[in-house]
């Protein structure tokens, strides 16, 4: 499988290649080539598979070429064998029509797992093949972090410097980065939002200075890797509803539009998606973009659903890129004009192609907790807040209610205890899987929202280029 980027200017790469590279050099975004599709008997051939047996046949056709099957195989039970449920993305029927996707049985209790656990194997088996090593930046709003640390602590050939919103994520996911102990582990709390922390990752990647003196690495969803992985439980829970014979459709609570747009992919694949939903919270760029076309930034309102406050999201431009006719110099133009204005306008085309599949709902912060409330009361499940965003808008559907309306249940509720709690008066316990989380010591580092200081802190603390 060839890979290009969304904004036409850097050179090809197999899997390997994006795996390692993260973010293009022309600042894009890679891509399959072109969307490579199962014939309705190889869908039908997937049904009843288990989990790790479905990951190596959805994720095969993009890995062909930089890993044998074998090698794929045994990389999907090493990652999906450390899941607390042996579904491992089990789904939960919340009524007639409503479910619930449980992307939360992971090592840190959060869909990022799914991804970050295989991602982890892929850049040992490729650094130990190219005897190479690897400076992962990283910016997140609590979730990637904790996953992408435990994906990665201890492992030889990489170091991993982390970026967060101080102040800005909960206890448990500060606590389930800080107090990782590995000496290949760096955090970094910076002032500022997590927009901030994610502008300055891109910025490094294209600092030649760096990029010459370090092997810079992505675990977010700008790396290729992250989405793919992904797409491995919309064709589970879409064949365990019956997908074959009819189609089923998904609310996706949205930040960085990395989740819902593994579905877009398991649609181009052949899947049959009714429809995609994505769910905002007040942060509703995207909410904006797909049904006015406004893609205008303003500022970050911190949100009970912190992970997903976030203004400028990265993978939106994967979207615009494929619907738009896949243009890369074209594309280039449009993200030149939105980072000079902080606001651009959706083409005709890209409008038409996104509406195809996508629909848009925004929840404010007493529809989350009418969701988080509405869960409990009516299905007995305790849910934590970004999958109550999700939730509010699968119920607001307009959908033809004989589609099956599956909602990703992102987090587990005890990342978020007290807004959980506020809303149906539970406080819900931490699984024993991540252990005495609040009785280790934390380290980070505390540094200004300046890319001047994040560099030189990696200057200081990275190893050179191997
Ligand atoms: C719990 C949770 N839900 C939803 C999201 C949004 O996912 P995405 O950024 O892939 O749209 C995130 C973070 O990204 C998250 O951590
Ligand atoms: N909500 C995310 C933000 C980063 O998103 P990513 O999917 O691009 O890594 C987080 O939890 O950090």
Not at 256 to 272: H, R
Not at 279 to 292: E, K, P, Y
Request: hydrophobic share 45%.
């Amino acid at each position: 499988m060839e890979y290009i980027s969304t904004r036409g200017s850097a050179s090809a790469l197999d899997f390997e290649g994006v795996t390692l590279a993260g973010l293009a050099s022309d600042g894009g975004l890679y891509l399959p080539a072109e969307w490579p599709r199962f014939s309705e008997a190889q869908i039908a051939d997937m049904v009843g598979l288990p989990y790790a047996e479905l990951a190596t046949r959805v994720m095969w056709p993009f890995v062909e070429g930089s890993l044998t099957e074998e090698e794929l195989r045994s990389l999907c039970q090493q990652a999906y064998g450390r899941f607390a449920h042996k579904a491992v993305t089990p789904l939960v029927q919340l009524d007639e029509r409503q479910w619930l996707l449980e992307l939360f049985h992971g090592p840190t209790l959060a869909f990022k797992d799914v991804a970050l656990q295989l991602l982890g194997l892929l850049f040992e088996t490729f650094l130990s093949r190219r005897q190479s090593n690897l400076t992962i930046i990283g910016a997140t709003s609590g979730d990637t972090g904790s996953a992408a640390i435990d994906a990665v602590a201890g492992r030889e050939g990489v170091d991993i410097f982390m970026l967060h919103p101080k102040g800005r994520v909960s206890d448990v996911q500060r606590r389930q980065m800080t107090t990782a102990r590995a000496p290949n582990v760096h955090n970094i709390a910076i002032e500022g939002s997590f927009d901030d922390a994610q502008a300055m990752v891109k910025r490094m990647f294209g600092d030649a200075d760096m990029t010459g003196r370090f092997n810079i690495g992505a675990v977010n969803s700008i790396n290729w890797a992250r989405l793919m992985a992904q797409v491995v439980y919309y064709f589970a829970s879409a064949l365990q509803l019956g997908a074959l014979h009819r189609p089923v459709a998904y609310s996706v609570p949205t930040g960085n539009f990395g989740d819902v747009f593994a579905g877009y992919v398991a649609a181009q694949m052949g899947l049959p998606i009714a429809q995609l939903v994505v769910a905002t919270n007040v942060n509703d760029i995207l909410h904006r973009a797909l049904s006015d076309g406004d893609y205008s930034t303003g500022t970050v309102t911190p949100t009970d659903t912190p992970s997903m406050d976030i203004q400028v999201s990265s993978n939106f431009e994967r979207l615009l890129f494929d619907c738009g006719g896949r243009d890369g110099a074209a594309m280039a133009e449009q993200i030149r004009s939105f980072e000079a204005d902080k606001a651009m306008q959706l083409t005709n085309s890209q409008r038409e192609g996104a509406s195809a599949l996508f629909t848009s709902v925004r929840a404010d912060q007493q529809q989350v907790l009418q969701a988080l409330r509405w869960a409990h009361e009516n299905a007995g499940e305790v849910i934590d807040p970004h999958t109550a965003v999700g939730l509010h808008a699968a119920l607001a559907s307009e959908l033809d209610p004989s589609i099956p309306m599956v909602t990703l249940a992102t987090a587990h509720p005890a990342k978020f205890p007290d807004v959980v709690e506020r809303a149906t008066g539970l406080r819900p316990n931490l699984p024993s899987r991540v252990g005495d989380l609040f009785a280790r010591e934390e380290a980070y580092s505390e540094l200004p929202g300046k890319y001047d200081a994040v560099r030189d802190f990696v200057t200081q603390h990275a190893s050179p280029a191997a």
